[in-house]
Structures are given as structure tokens and as C-alpha cells.
């Protein structure tokens, strides 16, 4: 390309001005039409279940651990026969994540030892003040799907913690 004289540099800028005042408008008619989101893109958190309808959240707190923005409180619980809510000793009896603060980085998912928490595509997070941007356990879990029970309830007859973490049950 050949070199542009001082004199018409000042003008030169323009070009790309010029350029693009021609071309067609990429409009987008957000939010009357609502594009789904890419497949491995990081939308609102979710507790999941185990298909009995425990809940696969262990309350180890390694999902608030790694959070880098702190956005993250868990406050785990210990099971007992009468009130079970997950498979082994203990569960997380508070869940919050505070999307104020939240990064969307994915590293709580990572962290995650029995893959309770995953990210959906839901991307729209909106509140009209500061503590409805807070989000409590019921707010995240997943919902009971019609083969599942509410807990707390017992595990499934004849297993074993194990047997839930190893995708049996």
C-alpha cells in the first residue's frame, strides 16, 4: 500500500467513515427477538439433582472457595436418617450467590466435586434492587421433574453414597 502524504492524513480517517456509511445495518430487535445462547456460553448457576430428587450439592463450600469475586456463600449441614436432603453426611443447608458481584468465570463449576452446580444458557439476570440480585438455594435448585420426590427423604433402598456419586442411582 502506498504511503499516504502528510498533507492528506487528516482526510484519510475519514476513509473508513466513508466505507461503512453504505453498508447494511446489523440491527438486532433485542428483546422483542430472543436469540438462544451459544451452547458452552456461561448463563445464571444451577443446583442439580440425582434422579430421586436428593440434591447433589454435598456443602463441601469449594464452589465459595474458588470464586475469585467472592460472590458465593454456602453453609453446610449435617444429614441425619430423619431429614436427608443429599446422599452422605452433610449437605448445603444456605446456598447464595450474590450476581452483583459474580464474574461469570465458570471456576465454581470446576471446583464443583459432584457436579452440583452447573451454568445454564439463561443469561437475562435482572432485579430491580440490590437484594433480589442475591440468589437463595430455592431459587437455584432444579426443579423436581415428575419421577422425583421432594426431600427430605431417604435414599434409594439398598445404596450407598458411593452408588450416587458413581451415576448408579
Known amino acids: 500500500m502506498p504511503e499516504i502524504p502528510d498533507r492528506l492524513k487528516p482526510v484519510a480517517g475519514f476513509g473508513t467513515t466513508f466505507a461503512s456509511m453504505f453498508r447494511t445495518p446489523i440491527t ?3 428483546p ?11 448463563g445464571r448457576h444451577q443446583l442439580n439433582r440425582y434422579d430421586d430428587g436428593l440434591e447433589k450439592c454435598i456443602g463441601c463450600e469449594l464452589c465459595a472457595w474458588a470464586c475469585p469475586a467472592d460472590a458465593i456463600f454456602v453453609e453446610g449441614a449435617d444429614n441425619t436418617e430423619e431429614e436427608r436432603y443429599s446422599p452422605g453426611e452433610r449437605y448445603g ?3 447464595q450467590i450474590n450476581y452483583l458481584r459474580c464474574i461469570g468465570c465458570g471456576l465454581c463449576i470446576e471446583a464443583c466435586p ?9 443469561y437475562e439476570i435482572v432485579g430491580t434492587d440490590r437484594d433480589s440480585m442475591i440468589f437463595e438455594k430455592d431459587q437455584l435448585l432444579a426443579p ?3 419421577s422425583m420426590e421432594e426431600p427430605p427423604h431417604p435414599m434409594a433402598e439398598g445404596t450407598r453414597p458411593e452408588d450416587y456419586y458413581r451415576g448408579e442411582v
Open 28 to 30: 438486532e430487535q433485542y
Open 32 to 42: 422483542e427477538e430472543r436469540k438462544p445462547a451459544p451452547a458452552r456460553s456461561h
Open 144 to 146: 423436581l421433574s415428575d
Open 93 to 95: 443447608r444456605v446456598y
Open 114 to 122: 459432584t457436579r452440583a452446580l452447573t451454568m445454564t444458557g439463561e
